[in-house]
């Protein structure tokens, strides 16, 4: 086996588990704007970021590519409130992207009784992940 194959067999075997270098293109969520990002990542390591307006954009699109996370809003029912059937919620912050489904799963069975205030909690360490659901909207 010449060594270029050796080479070659080496870089593929690598890539199926981590590629070297890897760029992402990513939409930047923090704020209207929607600044187009693109992140390059070498070994598994954040090398450069392009594309964003400020260093707003640059925190996400590295917390992007590396530990992903979002805030949760939905909304639950409240029984009991002559002003509002439905009161806004959330996490009261991030969240594992991946649990994000899991969260508005939990919250499906939760009914509040009036009177709710805004802070209050609504699920506390929903689906494990530390993070309590609060009450956005006083009903
Ligand atoms: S990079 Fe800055 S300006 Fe661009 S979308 Fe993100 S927060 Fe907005």
């Known amino acids: 086996m010449s060594q270029a194959t050796t080479s070659a067999t080496s870089a593929a075997s690598d890539a199926a588990t981590e590629p070297a270098s890897q760029t992402r293109e990513l939409t930047c ?7 187009q990002i693109t992140v390059t990542i070498e070994h598994g390591e954040v090398t450069d970021v392009t594309g964003n307006t400020c260093p707003r954009g640059e925190e996400y699109a590295r917390k992007e590519v590396t530990n992903p996370t979002r805030v949760v809003t939905s909304v639950v029912p409240v029984d009991g409130s002559p002003a509002c059937a439905m009161a806004s919620v959330k996490t009261a912050g991030d969240v594992p992207k991946g ?3 899991d969260v508005i799963d939990a919250l499906r069975p939760v009914r509040l009784t009036s009177p ?8 506390a360490n929903v689906c494990d992940t530390g993070v309590d659901v609060v009450a956005t909207k006083n009903c």
């Open 29 to 35: 969520i923090r704020c209207p704007k929607g600044c």
């Open 116 to 123: 709710v205030r805004i802070g209050d909690v609504v699920l």
């Open 99 to 101: 649990k994000v489904l």
